[in-house]
């Protein structure tokens, strides 16, 4: 199994940047990673996706060029750096670990464990 907790959510103006980071304790390695959000009344939706290794890296439309995610194995830590925020990213976000490779990375229902979130505010 593996626990996780983010952090570095916070209030920011739109253009502006944060960097999200999530903690992991046990087999870090022995799973691809993924960061989902959650906006008030809307369904949780994918942002981004790294493999074991790190190598290969997935995102969303609405987010790709903005956002850039990374992990340190050697740290059990997995980050999300967000650029050029908007008013639309505001959310939740969670952090999230895929044991299967052959399930869809973009589906929150093929990852077993989850953060508890962070609060992502971006102001107009």
């Known amino acids: 199994q593996v626990q996780l907790v983010e952090s570095g959510g916070g209030l920011v103006q739109a253009g502006g940047s944060l960097r999200l980071s999530c903690a992991a304790s046990g087999r870090f390695s022995n799973y691809a990673m993924g960061w989902f959000r959650q906006a008030p009344g809307k369904e949780r939706e994918f942002v981004a996706a790294i493999r074991r290794s790190g190598a290969i890296t997935y995102y969303a439309d609405s987010v790709k060029g903005r956002f850039t995610i990374s992990r340190d194995n050697a740290k059990n830590t997995v980050s999300l750096q967000m650029n050029s925020l908007k008013p639309e990213d505001t959310a939740v976000y969670y952090c999230?670990?895929?044991?299967?490779?052959?399930?869809?990375?973009?589906?929150?229902?093929?990852?077993?464990?989850w953060g508890q979130g962070t609060q992502v505010t971006v102001s107009s």
């Open positions: 999230a670990a895929r044991p299967n490779p052959w399930t869809t990375y973009s589906d929150p229902i093929n990852y077993d464990y």
